[in-house]
């Protein structure tokens, strides 16, 4: 069975520009969970799509939105980027919703913000 | 504010030794606690406690959640090389939508 893949893997964008990061999930899987990464912060949970919808969601600005579609693939977007959103952004997918049953992690995409 | 406190920061250990890392926690409205092992770049995904005493075990591995004092550990007996890592814990809290909250991770260093 395929596991979570995420594109692009590596970004370079500029300031005030927008990105949008694609996650497939693991076939089956409903659930898609995005995270940011990075080495002052740590993880941090940005927000979870269940069966197309919002469910939960971390403490990050509006800038940050995210969609899922009804395939379970998800986006997320970032606008007006900020040197501080540069990142490691991971996604997971689970059958159930994040917090309920194993989550399963792509590779990350690595955005840079110049 | 919702927080999740992780202890050790970073702990060295040989091979063959136990250890416990601790994982405490004040979020609202508890739903679970979730361990991860990071490697390199993703997380793994260890396991997910909801309910107290309750002992999960995965080889080595094991973790147990006690919610009255609002803590988690994990436990890794005879330590093995390839165990080295970060090892993240999380919790799931919060209103209708839920945030996950992550600790800033232990990072265990085994030497062989």
């Known amino acids: 069975k395929a596991g979570v893949t995420q594109t692009p893997r590596y970004l370079i964008k500029t300031r005030g520009q927008q990105v949008t990061l694609s996650c497939s999930p693991i076939?089956?899987?409903?659930?898609v969970s995005w995270y940011q990464q990075t080495p002052g912060q740590g993880l941090q949970f940005l927000f979870e799509?269940?069966?197309?919808?919002?469910?939960n969601k971390g403490n990050f600005p509006g800038r940050f939105s995210g969609r899922q579609f009804s395939n379970s693939r998800s986006e997320m977007n970032v606008s007006t980027l900020e040197l501080g959103d540069s990142a490691l952004y991971l996604c997971?997918?689970?059958?159930?919703?994040?917090?309920?049953?194993?989550?399963?992690f792509g590779p990350g995409t690595r955005l840079t913000v110049l | 504010e919702d927080k999740v406190v992780q202890s050790p920061l970073s702990l060295v250990v040989h091979e063959g030794d136990t250890v416990t890392l601790n994982c405490s926690y004040e979020?609202?409205?508890?739903?679970?606690l979730l361990w991860y092992k990071q490697e390199k770049k993703a997380p793994t995904f260890l396991f997910m406690l909801?309910?107290?005493?309750i002992e999960k075990k995965s080889g080595r591995l094991s973790s147990i959640l006690d919610k009255k004092e609002l803590f988690s550990i994990l436990n890794i007996t005879a330590t093995q090389t390839g165990d080295s890592a970060i090892y993240l814990c999380?919790?799931?809290?919060?209103?209708?939508?839920?945030?996950?909250?992550f600790g800033k991770g232990t990072k265990l260093s085994v030497k062989p």
């Open positions: 076939s089956g899987h409903r659930s």
């Open positions: 799509y269940f069966s197309e919808t919002q469910r």
């Open positions: 979020v609202t409205n508890f739903r679970s």
């Open positions: 909801t309910s107290s005493g």
């Open positions: 997971a997918s689970s059958l159930a919703l994040a917090g309920a049953d194993t989550q399963y």
């Open positions: 999380a919790v799931l809290g919060g209103g209708s939508q839920g945030n996950l909250i």
